[in-house]
Nanobody, 126 residues
Framework: QVQLVESGGGSVQAGGSLRLSCAAS????????MGWFRQTPGKERDLVAA????????RYVDSVKGRFTISRDNAKNMVYLQTNSLKPEDTAVYYC???????????????????WGQGTQVTVSS
């Protein structure tokens, strides 16, 4: 079965960096667009960044453009989110998720993503 396992979260001060990783198994990884989402208590899970199956296409929410970078290594079945210049408002649980297999583009709706990891906590203090 499909499994996604996130790692790399932690507590940092504002301005710091973290590299989140997501290890995927049980799927033909290169055929799946991947997304990173985040959620805070009482709020919906929102897309932060997404990447196409071949790694060429990417999408970012405006609030992280220029600070976060999504990448993937299809040989290792891994997707990454490099987070720089972190702000307290970036504090959330971060999840990785798979988009529809075979889709050439980069899905932007949460409803288009199906398999999810368990999440990793990112806490940014001021």
């Amino acid at each position: 079965q499909v499994q996604l396992v996130e790692s790399g979260g932690g507590s940092v001060q504002a301005g710091g960096s973290l590299r989140l990783s997501c290890a995927a198994s049980g799927l033909t990884f290169r055929t799946y667009p991947m997304g990173w989402f985040r959620q805070t208590p009482g709020k919906e899970r929102d897309l932060v960044a997404a990447i196409s199956g071949n790694g060429v296409g990417t999408r970012y929410v405006d609030s992280v453009k220029g600070r976060f970078t999504i990448s993937r290594d299809n040989a290792k079945n891994m997707v990454y989110l490099q987070t720089n210049s972190l702000k307290p408002e970036d504090t959330a649980v971060y999840y990785c998720a798979t988009g529809p297999s075979g889709l050439l583009g980069v899905p932007r709706k949460t409803s288009e993503y199906n398999y999810w990891g368990q999440g990793t906590q990112v806490t940014v203090s001021s």
